[in-house]
């Protein structure tokens, strides 16, 4: 028997994944709206190459959510439903009477991370549920993989959460409109988003002009 490293399969992978990653999205999603605006905007008028390190996350968080979305459509739930609210496009990833987001989570660190009840807090809104569901998949802990949260919002903590999305919105639209990434928002000195800036591709161009 001969292992070799590497395969010409390798490549083919590869430019499949890239093909289904990069594939052009039209219109304002709410994924353009949750973490740094700015990114999304540079995004959109700049693309860049898509690194493996995207492809690896890609494909993760793709095959923990199709193997959930198979289980729960073989109940009432409804697998990557996609609804437009105002311009904005949403995919949820399971709704069952109520919005479910799915997350997968490598670390041990099982907190909620605010930015996903964002997110969470968005489909709510596009969907007028005063309750939503987030699922985190601890992918790495054995013992307790899955934790679920229940978030709950009154009707008048889900019409702010509705302004916020089309003011959101509109700031995303305006910088793409002018093809001036500079005049979204940022989240250079938010500190529970400006980690961001360690794994985004525009950060030089960005960090290099003064907010
Ligand atoms: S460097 Fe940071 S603030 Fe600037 S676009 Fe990237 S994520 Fe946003």
Known sequence: MLIEEGSPYREKLLKLLEEEYAQEREG???????????EQVFRKLEPRAIDERDLVSYALGEGAHVA???????????????ITVDGVIGTIDLFDGVPIEIKTIRSDDDSVRPFHVTQLKYYMAMTNSNVGILLYLMVNNRGRPFRFRTITLNDSELAEVK???ENRAK??????????PFAAPHVKKNLNLVWKCSYCKYSQKCWSRED
């Not at 198979?70 to 990557?80: Q, V």
């Not at 700031?171 to 001036?180: C, E, G, I, P, T």
């Open 163 to 165: 302004k916020e999305i």
């Open 28 to 38: 304002t999603h709410v994924s353009d709206l949750i973490l740094c605006i700015r």
């Open 171 to 180: 700031l995303f639209n305006d910088a793409v409109s002018s093809k001036n």
């Open 68 to 82: 959930l979305q198979r289980l729960a459509e073989k109940g009432s739930a409804i697998a990557e439903r996609e």
